[in-house]
């Protein structure tokens, strides 16, 4: 004879299903996340020893919920009863008179359980999605039943972010893994060369903005991989951003149209292009990328406390506030001269770009839309770098030994692009000082 019945209402859905089908609502990521947490300590409170049946309507929802329960009383079966579905309530005791264990949990639907609820103990306590009520029959069914306990739904917002996030970082690795296909397939593309080092620096920037609350150790394997393969790919990019530079100078007639230096950079980016593919067979470097995509897009692994409280958008807020006041402050003292200080400026400028892009409906469209600003600033120190690398490899090139032939032509590279770079560093720094001539207040 059933003593104790506990009543639950199922956890947080989806709005609509992909079947458009009621019966195949799921429960929400941050939902399922929320009783995970809750349901331990909430069904603890039956005790140890306690014999009991778990039943459920046959809703996906329900049945997930009622999975959670049964984790969380180590019961193996759960029993699906239409009845809880059909919110038929004459039919539901039927049910639970014939029951022979002292205590059953029945996780259905509003407003069968507020009803019901209603019903055993005169008034109702309010159901929301989640809530358990467990309720004593010491008369049977047929006589006033006893409050045991009620325990409100588990509050599920700090377990929402976590969710967008989760989905933001399977986005990008789901990218990084097309892009990496797309490389592998046609690495004498410069093109698809640049696309597959914008998706690695995608994910990792989304790594190091995480890495607070994510564990380390899934944090920094995943970094350690992504990391190996934008160095090793570095060379690659950097000659075919001088080889569109040659061929800009071949056009407009600083470089003779019989130039041989845009051969000699074709054939060093195919040496260079077979050494990274050879580099990335022994290394195994795609399957362990594939792999690390795979784990990022469907288990991100959260620090326990994280597990534990979750995360609001204020978390992330404050983080990315803190970040680009880093970032924002060594840009004010930027010298434009010192070459590794200005690359690191445009790494980090471009990762908070990256972050601002990705995770955008965390951290809300204001701080969403700084991502136009970082990216601004980061394709003008990008200029700035890409031509004090052209013509660090213009001179490096031109001691080698397969440029022999074209060591002039480098020497005209290398002239321009030092031109560059002073043309730019000057560009900047008179913006720099107009805007902060034209921020001061005027004197009376």
Known sequence: MVKTLVLVRHGAPEATSASGSDMDRRLTTAGARALRVSYPRTFALLGDDARLAIWSSPAVRALETADVVAAATGVEDIEVHQSLYAQDISAFMTELDACELPCVVAVGHAPFVDHLASRLLGTC?????????????????????????YVTGPEITSWEELAVVEHAVA???????EKSEAFLASPESAEALRQFRISLRRVRSLLQFLAPWQTKKQNRRCEHVIKELQVASGRLRALDILSDTVAGLVESGELGENSLLPMSCAKERSLECASLITLMRKRRSAKELKKVSKELAHHFSWKAKVTERGLTADDFRTHFDEEFSAVDEDLFGLDLRDGDAVYVARRDTKEMHYVAERLGEVLGPERAQMSEYLDEIQRELGALSDARSNKQLADECSKSPRFRGVRADLGVVARDQAEVVSAITSGLRRREVEDREAGEPEEE
Do not use: M
């Open 125 to 149: 306590p309010p159901f929301g999605k989640g809530t358990a009520v467990a309720i004593d029959l010491p008369s049977g069914f047929s006589g006033r039943g006893v409050l045991r306990w």
């Open 171 to 177: 986005g990008a690795t789901s990218v990084l893994a």
